[in-house]
């Protein structure tokens, strides 16, 4: 029925139902509540239909190009749909990947979306997070991986440049963490008490400083202070000393003194929930993103988005502190993102090595 759903309602329309189709199957092979019989059978029609879609979305029916600020404003939504959670340097570009077949008129809209930024005095272009796909109907089709080496050919042919760096945010860390137990890491008593305090604490702190200003802080996703009633503001960094906190707003920085009577700890395990943590915590943090991205340390990596890279044939370079500090980000992973980097003389020999050996081997 899939093989002549084109020629009946058209190749946007029959295209568009198939998809329908799979996303459906998906949905039903991750229910809980399918009994055995049903998942199997579903599983069965899902690769069957992922191989006719295989077909469809071939490569050579593909078209990869950059997205412009004079592209309509139904697809640059659509990017900003697909690529969501990527930051946006002020340079950044955009490719995309879509299907001609599937437009009613004009450009068709993106099917996966990649994000990059290179400037002039740049040794390298960089890449965010990694390419998209604008849903679960879309995935192990291969887009992702054309539409990266489609766009790594045109920015190396740009820049001169045989390296390109990936970025990817740590997305869903903190997730990880909260049902990670770390009780037998032997850390220090005041690190396992910031750790702890970052999973779960109480959300919002009163008191009035030593100016007589009234001062609350909330923790709403991220921590926001108020004062005196006024707006509340995001805080993108904090830092203490024995009597007073200084605090980096979007709009500048301001320190607070702190009476007496306000706990400073309590004020540390407060901001470690907000997604700020102390200098302390830096290299603990570290160490649990390290585990978070390529734990269980052989095999293939159970990240997906390290999977993808290191199967691209990228060398795992470096994780960064507070790389982000929006508070999307610092809800997320505390802003932390790791660095890959994907250099054209040996992509294939990594990807080859990674595909043979799993992790181990690239982590010696």
Not at 9 to 16: D, K
Not at 48 to 68: D, S
Not at 242 to 260: F, K, N, R
Request: charged share 25%; hydrophobic share 45%; glycine share 8%.
């Amino acid at each position: 029925v899939v093989r002549v759903l084109p020629a009946f309602l058209g190749a946007r329309e029959g295209l568009c139902t198939a998809l329908r189709w799979r996303e459906a199957l998906v949905a039903v092979t991750r229910h809980q509540l399918v009994g055995p019989e049903a998942r199997l059978a579903a599983e069965r029609l899902e690769r069957r239909l992922h191989r006719v879609l295989g077909l469809w979305f071939h490569e050579g029916f593909l078209r990869t190009y950059e997205v412009t600020s004079e592209a309509s404003e139904e697809v640059r939504q659509a990017v900003a749909s697909i690529a969501k959670g990527s930051p946006s340097p002020p340079k950044t570009r955009c490719f995309a990947i879509s299907l001609p077949q599937m437009a009613e008129a004009g450009t068709p809209l993106p099917l996966a979306a990649l994000h990059a930024e290179f400037e002039g005095d740049r040794t390298a272009p960089r890449i965010w997070a990694g390419p998209s796909v604008c849903g679960d109907a879309f995935k192990g089709l291969g887009l992702e991986r054309l539409l990266l080496r489609q766009s790594k050919a045109r920015l190396r042919e740009e820049s001169n440049s045989k390296e390109l760096l990936a970025t990817l945010p740590l997305h869903g860390f903190r997730t990880w963490l909260r049902r990670t137990p770390t009780a037998g890491a032997n850390f220090p008593d005041e690190v396992q008490a910031l750790l702890e305090a970052s999973r779960h604490f109480k959300s919002s702190l009163r008191f009035k400083d030593l100016g007589g200003d009234e001062i609350f802080f909330e923790v709403d996703g991220a921590l926001k202070v108020q004062i005196n009633a006024e707006h509340a503001k995001h805080v993108q960094r904090v830092r203490f000393d024995s009597s007073a906190m200084l605090i980096l707003l979007s709009e500048g920085a301001m320190q607070i003194d702190l009476p007496e009577d306000v706990d400073i700890f309590q004020l540390q395990q407060l901001c470690a929930f907000g997604g700020l943590l102390t200098p302390m915590m830096r290299e603990p943090i570290l160490n649990l993103a390290f585990q978070f991205l390529f734990w269980p340390g052989e095999g293939q990596a159970n990240n997906p988005d390290v999977h993808f890279h290191l199967a691209g044939g990228a060398d795992f370079v470096s994780l960064q502190w507070r790389a982000d500090e929006s508070s999307i980000a610092l809800a997320d992973s505390f802003g932390l993102q790791a660095t890959f980097n994907y250099h054209q003389d040996s992509e294939e020999q990594r990807a080859d090595v990674y595909k043979q050996h799993g992790i181990h081997t690239i982590l010696k």
